[in-house]
């Protein structure tokens, strides 16, 4: 008779998963939680994170019950730390006395002592050493290779949930389509008839230049008749500004103060994203958006969306590949792939 696995050894009712990441790191983590929602579809799942992610785990209610606000650590470096928080933080999720602590934040070098610290019956996540197990703790090596949702996944393979599938997803709401409307920040655009282009990242280092950006969109114009948006947060404006002063045809540029829902509602409308490796690559994988992403620093064997067919992955540290840009842009609006390319699903990287 096989042992039964971690997950059905105990008597699981609560999950407390940690991760306090950015936008493109948690929508990374959705196949995970949604194989953790299946194999425990009546337990309460609780997210703790970033601040921000309040609107993620209500975005993502499927697989979160609820949300507690991470006051951050010394050593990773997200957010500063909210010392007068700590205490009491700490002292509600020991109260709530869950059942299992999973730490999903990548290979615990520091995680793995925040998330002891909850004071669960029972803890899983990763480790930098061998993979060790107890009747009340699990954990296994981190990965050193392969993209995120599958680094993840392993543990969730370990600890005994079902394959619920890699896909990323990105569902919308109804207020996140009524916010756009509502901004008139892209006042009437057809559906289907623009493309978005989004020059901006959280480390503004790994961005392609303006005019790179630029002279794509405007031989996309040329040839596609096709409109150009460019989207990004409030903050972006200025980046948005300068794709726009470097293009000879008009571009809408719609970098403004409204939410991530409302840019991606936007973006759901288009025809292809074009961006730097940053959250909305992400989002437009969740939305079956084919995209262009070009990568100059991170990892992107890590970080590229799993559908190659769907989204190209450009490695362009120099700014110097346009024209290779502008090759997969062209293929996948008009579904002519380059010449002595092949359609197989499972693309390299270019």
């Known amino acids: 008779?096989?042992?039964?696995?971690?997950?059905?050894?105990?008597?699981?009712?609560?999950?407390?998963?940690?991760?306090?990441?950015?936008?493109?790191?948690?929508?990374?983590?959705?196949?995970?939680?949604?194989?953790?929602?299946?194999?425990?579809?009546?337990?309460?799942?609780?997210?703790?994170?970033?601040?921000?992610?309040?609107?993620f785990a209500r975005r993502f209610d499927a697989y979160i019950d609820d949300f507690i606000p991470f006051p951050g650590h010394p050593l990773l470096p997200e957010?500063?730390?909210?010392?007068?928080?700590?205490?009491?933080?700490?002292?509600?999720?020991?109260?709530?006395?869950?059942?299992?602590?999973?730490?999903?934040?990548g290979s615990g070098d520091v995680t793995n002592h925040i998330v002891a610290g909850f004071g669960a019956r029972a803890m899983a996540g990763f480790?930098?050493?061998?993979?060790?197990?107890?009747?009340?703790?699990?954990?296994?090596?981190?990965?050193?290779?392969?993209?995120?949702?599958?680094?993840?996944?392993?543990?969730?393979?370990?600890?005994?949930?079902?394959?619920?599938?890699?896909?990323?997803?990105?569902?919308?709401r109804r207020e996140d389509i009524d916010e756009l409307d509502t901004s008139k920040v892209a006042p009437g655009l057809e559906p289907g008839n623009y493309i978005c282009i989004h020059p901006g990242a959280r480390k503004r280092d790994k961005c392609w230049p303006p005019e790179r950006f630029a002279e794509v969109a405007d031989q996309l114009r040329q040839e596609f008749g096709l409109d150009t948006v460019?989207?990004?947060?409030?903050?972006?404006?200025?980046?948005?500004?300068?794709?726009?002063?470097?293009?000879?045809?008009?571009?809408?540029?719609a970098a403004a103060p409204i939410s991530i829902g409302a840019v991606a509602a936007l973006m759901s409308r288009s025809r292809l994203l074009i961006c730097n490796d940053t959250g909305v690559s992400h989002i437009a994988a969740g939305l079956g958006l084919n995209s262009v992403v070009v990568f100059s620093k991170a990892d992107i064997a890590r970080w590229?969306?799993?559908?190659?067919?769907?989204?190209?992955?450009?490695?362009?540290?120099?700014?110097?590949?346009?024209?290779?840009?502008?090759?997969?842009?062209?293929?996948?609006?008009?579904?002519t792939e380059p010449s002595g390319q092949r359609a197989t699903g499972m693309w390299p990287y270019w």
């Not at 500063?80 to 869950?98: D, K, N, P």
């Not at 954990?139 to 890699?166: F, K, S």
């Open 1 to 55: 008779m096989n042992r039964r696995s971690f997950l059905h050894r105990h008597a699981i009712r609560s999950v407390i998963v940690f991760r306090a990441l950015q936008l493109g790191d948690m929508l990374c983590s959705v196949p995970a939680l949604r194989a953790l929602r299946t194999a425990l579809p009546d337990a309460r799942i609780v997210l703790t994170g970033l601040p921000w992610a309040a609107q």
């Open 79 to 105: 957010q500063a730390v909210r010392h007068e928080e700590l205490t009491a933080y700490y002292a509600s999720i020991c109260e709530q006395g869950f059942d299992l602590a999973l730490q999903l934040h």
């Open 127 to 172: 480790t930098r050493g061998e993979a060790s197990q107890t009747e009340r703790t699990l954990l296994v090596p981190w990965p050193d290779a392969g993209a995120e949702q599958e680094r993840l996944l392993i543990l969730l393979g370990r600890l005994g949930a079902p394959d619920a599938g890699t896909q990323l997803e990105f569902p919308l």
């Open 230 to 253: 460019l989207t990004g947060s409030a903050d972006e404006a200025p980046l948005a500004r300068a794709v726009a002063e470097h293009m000879c045809s008009p571009a809408i540029e």
């Open 304 to 335: 590229a969306p799993l559908d190659r067919l769907r989204h190209r992955c450009i490695w362009d540290p120099a700014a110097e590949r346009a024209a290779v840009v502008l090759e997969h842009a062209r293929a996948l609006l008009s579904g």
